[in-house]
């Protein structure tokens, strides 16, 4: 069965990020833009970052321009923004397709593995949130509206877990 190790992505620099490097870490995956209403959501990342990257969770930002064309900038265009409004220091990687032929095929194993509402596998907008646990499988996934300070019950509950 694929694990989050089997697949990589491009950093926001433009260099490869094979995901094996996070193996053994609870991982959040997050599409992210920088235009939305749920932009903000960026400072509790951040606050999630700061607080638990000690007991090992890594904060991946994805960056989608998808949805209503709100994350239109350059790759280093949304890592400033991200950084100067929101002192945004977890991985950011380069701006990817969640949906369509052309998502990104970690996207397409998260859709997969949790799907939305009625087992819809389509992701429905900005700020979608995938739990991943220290085996490397899904855990849960979280709706846009969901905040990060709303995820901390599950994110300690998969970093309590024991490493496989």
């Known amino acids: 069965m694929p694990q989050l190790s ?4 491009t950093r926001i620099d433009g260099h490869p990020q094979p995901l094996s490097a996070y193996a053994g ?3 959040l995956v997050v599409n992210t833009a920088s235009a939305c209403g749920f932009t903000p959501q960026f400072a509790g990342l951040q606050q999630l970052h700061q607080r638990y990257a000690g007991q090992g969770l890594v904060v991946l930002g994805f960056p989608c321009n998808q949805f209503g064309q709100q ?3 350059s790759n280093s265009e949304i890592v400033g923004f991200c950084q100067r ?4 220091d ?3 990687m380069a701006k990817v397709d969640v949906n369509g032929p052309q998502a990104h095929p970690l996207f397409q194993w998260l859709k997969a593995q949790a799907p939305g509402i009625l087992g819809t596998q389509s992701i429905k907008w900005n ?3 995938f739990l991943i646990g220290r085996d490397g499988q899904v855990q849960a996934r979280f ?3 969901d905040t990060p300070a709303t995820l ?10 024991p490493a496989p």
């Open 152 to 161: 901390v019950e599950a994110i300690e509950a998969a970093l309590d877990a």
């Open 127 to 129: 700020f979608t949130k």
């Open 90 to 92: 977890f991985p950011m």
């Open 71 to 73: 994350d239109k900038g």
């Open 143 to 145: 709706a846009p509206r």
């Open 6 to 9: 089997d697949f990589s992505a």
């Open 85 to 88: 409004n929101y002192g945004v």
């Open 25 to 27: 870490q609870v991982v």
